[in-house]
């Protein structure tokens, strides 16, 4: 991330859903994870890739295995809480 910390989006095979977890230090050893938010019924979050925007803020692309759609979370924090989903 922009502070020096790692950020990794990631597929939750058990919960069908994208996961983010922001490390608290650069070993990784303390983080807090957020669950980023879709329609429940949609299993999401394979195919990941991650990208730190110019802002500082994560940029994480992602497949809807529902529909096959390519998505694209914007992230509205550091941490990924909040963010807007494109297409919405």
């Given amino acids: 991330g ?7 989006g990631y ?5 069908g859903s994208l996961k983010v977890a922001k490390c608290g230090d650069p ?8 669950v980023i938010p879709d329609d429940p ?4 979050g394979r195919f990941t890739s ?5 802002d500082g803020l994560p940029v994480i692309s992602y497949r809807n295995e529902s529909d096959g ?4 979370l914007k992230c509205g924090h550091p941490g990924c ?3 807007r989903e494109f297409p919405p």
């Fill in 2 to 8: 922009a502070d020096g910390l790692p950020v990794i």
């Fill in 11 to 15: 597929h939750d095979m058990t919960a």
């Fill in 27 to 34: 070993a990784c050893a303390a983080s807090s994870r957020t």
């Fill in 41 to 44: 019924t949609h299993r999401v």
């Fill in 50 to 54: 991650l990208a730190i925007g110019i």
């Fill in 69 to 72: 759609a390519l998505k694209v």
């Fill in 81 to 83: 809480t909040g963010g």
